[in-house]
């Protein structure tokens, strides 16, 4: 036999090794731990009937229904009704720089309490989903397609914006990205709206590459200008906010980007960003990064972004290698990726059945914990990872926590809002209260809330309710007694991602050995 012969045989051995594994790995049932795990990174922290429903399921029979689940589920409109005001025909008005002062102050003011009404939908939204993937991946989206209403000035537009995340969330990457740089708050956000022949503004076509598509590197200051120029003339009309194409504006000659010339539009444009193989693995390394590893696999990021591509860029196909590669369910990577804020307190929430009628307290909480929707830090988003966690944050979170799991207690239920930084008379700290209106883009006081907004707070907090006996009577223990070796191990198998960074110290009672897992570091992490 040739050396050229032997090695072939070597690697079709390799090959039959490997497929062999994988398709037994596959065909593994998932036992209550792994189906937990794969709920809590595909969407957030499920509860035991979430958890039991995918038990004894192999892998590709667990993640196809994920997936299928996004289709199946209920409009969004209808899970979690949003504030009347949105997605109606907005009626004409006045530009702002035609307004008087007065009414500049009104439409912040009435601004202002929008979009806190628009964060409280989306929270709502994210506990109440049949589909955690699909509002996992639209706050993928937002911190991808980033646009923020400190410059927007518009809830009506943020709210058009997060359900054409929502629409396109496991849908087709082309037409997302259209849908997205066309967006009107997009447009706004990224200093499009006028931009014209001569004087083309930069930003979009900056982004729409560096942050979009591409990645840093792939692409040539000129190629900045030449898709500047195909963007003029996308613009927006103000007196009813919706997307404007100006003809006038657009510099409709001949272009020359990324080796590709011709009288490209925007449209065209973004085509030819989809056509670089770059494209699909920028998109595949951002999604292993949320939802396997830090440290993208290059083999693996290329595998599935080839894949990505023969599929005309459905998103479906490639999260499903990424779901079922040997890499998501390796146990080195579980409890490696930080939750984010809105991850930790919406799983939180799912995972132990905590009810409330007003989702204001969980609005606050997670602007304070650093992840304050529809306000993203800056257009490349939150730097998520291990960015979420410092030594104030964790602290915050364990906070946070503590207060929200104690509202069973009567007596415990007075401290959540001085922890959220709210009495109802209002600021309990009135430092620690501008540092976290200035986070949040208000200004403290009656600017942020309001007299009224305080006391619906304080209401608020005492709607919450965390029924601990019941939560723990599924593992057979009681918050009074000891649990047993074997029910200690089941609830942090419930509770954990992995084995507790500090063992629980012996003697705890049901209701203190909860505690102890949830103020364990390894809660934070999925």
Not at 291 to 308: G, M, T, Y
Not at 350 to 378: E, H, K, M, W
Request: proline share 6%; hydrophobic share 45%.
């Amino acid at each position: 036999m040739s050396v050229n012969m032997r090695r072939a045989s070597v690697r079709f051995g390799l090959f039959v090794t490997v497929w062999a594994f994988c398709t037994v790995a596959l065909a593994q049932r998932l036992d209550a731990a792994e189906a937990r795990f794969l709920l809590t990174r595909t969407g957030f922290a499920p509860n035991t009937a979430e958890t039991s429903v995918f038990t004894g399921m192999t892998r590709a029979q667990a993640v196809d229904k994920i997936l299928l689940d996004v289709d199946a589920a209920v409009r969004p409109q209808t899970i979690a009704l949003p504030p009347e005001w949105t997605g109606a025909d907005t009626a004409p008005r006045k530009r702002p720089q035609d307004m008087t002062v007065e009414e500049r102050k009104l439409l912040r003011e009435v601004g202002q309490q929008q979009i806190f009404a628009l964060r409280g939908w989306w929270l709502d939204q994210m506990r109440a989903t049949p589909a955690p993937l699909s509002e996992r991946m639209t706050l993928f989206w937002h911190n991808h397609f980033v646009s923020s209403y400190q410059k927007v000035q518009s809830p009506e537009l943020m709210y058009r914006q997060n359900q054409t995340f929502r629409t396109h969330a496991v849908g087709s990457f082309s037409a997302l990205l259209h849908a997205a740089v066309k967006d009107p708050a997009m447009l706004i956000y990224l200093d499009n709206v006028n931009s014209r022949k001569g004087a083309p503004n930069e930003n979009l076509a900056r982004e729409s590459m560096e942050l979009f598509t591409l990645g840093e590197g792939k692409y040539s200051e000129l190629d900045v200008k030449e898709v500047a120029r195909a963007f003029t003339g996308w613009s927006v009309d103000r007196t009813i906010d919706q997307y404007l194409w100006r003809p006038q504006l657009h510099d409709a000659g001949s272009k020359t980007v990324l080796g590709r010339s011709g009288n490209f539009d925007g449209d065209a444009v973004l085509d030819i960003l989809l056509a670089q193989p770059a494209c699909a693995e920028f998109i595949v390394t951002k999604l292993w990064r949320e939802f396997i590893s830090p440290e993208p696999d290059k083999a693996e990021v290329a595998r599935i972004a080839q894949r990505l591509r023969e599929s005309g860029y459905e998103l479906k196909p490639a999260l499903r290698e990424l779901f079922l590669a040997p890499a998501f369910w390796d146990p080195a990577t579980r409890a490696h990726l930080v939750k984010s804020p809105v991850e930790m307190l919406v799983g939180a929430v799912r995972q132990f059945d905590i009810r409330y009628s007003d989702s204001l307290p969980f609005t606050f909480a997670v602007a304070q914990l650093g992840q304050n929707l529809f306000y993203p830090p800056n257009v490349k988003g939150w730097p998520g990872a291990d960015a979420w966690i410092n030594t104030n944050t964790l602290m915050g979170r364990k906070s946070v926590l503590e207060r929200v799991f104690k509202t069973g207690e009567s007596e415990a239920i007075a401290p959540i809002p001085v922890a959220m930084g709210m009495t109802e008379r209002g600021p309990s700290n009135p430092g620690a209260m501008r540092e976290t209106a200035a986070s949040m883009g208000q200004v403290p006081g009656q600017a942020a809330l309001g007299r009224e907004g305080r006391i619906r707070f304080a209401n608020a907090v005492t709607t919450i309710s965390f029924d601990i006996d019941a939560w723990l009577a599924q593992y057979g223990v009681t918050r009074g007694a000891v649990p047993d070796a074997g029910q200690r191990l089941a609830l942090q198998q419930a509770v954990l991602g992995t084995a507790p960074s500090t063992p629980g110290r012996a003697g705890l009672d049901g209701r203190a050995y909860l505690r102890s897992l949830l103020m364990d570091p390894v809660y934070q992490l999925k």
